[in-house]
């Protein structure tokens, strides 16, 4: 199994609903979680972090993980043309990410006006 | 903010030159990285410090070497550059655990 999984899209979502991003992990990498929004040319920017199961919210975004399903999301309500990118999910293992970041491949996230 | 900077936004070199990559950091964080991005493989760990004068291995480390003589900078070097090393190459910083920042990139291209 990868460690880290992301569906590539493109998810398309209309302008003003929810869109919800979904991430799989393996064991190694099974501490702590990030979200990165990575616009096209430009490097990835960190968006959320979570380090246990349950929901975190942040304005318009909540990333959720829930560790007996291996699974973290991140939801993004009232979606904007500016939410466009590539959305990376990270995972941290045992070394709490001081030996790097294990990182999915990415869904590319398409708000549609 | 967090401020992490690379030398170079655009390098083009040529086969079996050595390159150096520059990555300099204001925020005094203990652990930096060095990721390639390519299209089809996301980003990958080539090599990472966790002090000065101290580096690890990534998962591809082979093709580059890496120097950290101050806290603040950590160079990426190509010994050797090759075609298959064209690539995004990606710093980033993290204060010890977790979150890591990111360098704007620098977009190599070997031929």
């Known amino acids: 199994q990868k460690e880290v999984e992301q569906n590539s899209g493109p998810l398309s979502v209309p302008e003003g609903a929810i869109a919800s991003l979904n991430c799989t992990y393996s064991d190694r990498v099974s501490q702590s979680f990030f979200w990165y929004r990575q616009y096209s040319g430009k490097s990835p920017e960190l968006i959320m972090s979570?380090?246990?199961?349950g929901d975190k919210e942040d304005g318009r975004f909540t990333a959720q993980l829930n560790k007996a399903s291996q699974y973290v999301s991140l939801l993004i309500r009232d979606s904007q043309p500016s939410d466009s990118a590539t959305y990376l999910c990270a995972g941290a293992g045992s070394g709490g990410g001081a030996d790097g970041l294990t990182f999915g491949k990415g869904t590319h996230l398409i708000i549609q006006p | 903010d967090v401020k992490v900077t690379q030398s170079s936004r655009y390098l083009v070199k040529r086969t079996g030159e050595k390159v150096f990559l520059e990555c300099v950091q204001d925020?005094?964080?203990?652990?930096m990285f060095w990721y390639r991005q390519d299209p089809g493989l996301g980003l990958r760990l080539i090599y990472f410090?966790?002090?000065?004068?101290?580096?690890e291995k990534g998962d591809i480390p082979e093709g580059y070497s890496v120097s950290r003589e101050k806290k603040e900078r950590f160079s990426l070097i190509l010994e050797s550059a090759s075609t298959n090393q064209t690539s995004m190459y990606l710093c980033?910083?993290?204060?010890?655990?977790?979150?890591?920042?990111f360098g704007p990139g620098t977009r190599l291209t070997v031929t």
């Open positions: 979570i380090y246990s199961n």
């Open positions: 410090s966790y002090d000065v004068k101290m580096k």
């Open positions: 980033a910083s993290s204060p010890g655990l977790f979150e890591q920042y």
């Open positions: 925020m005094d964080h203990e652990n």
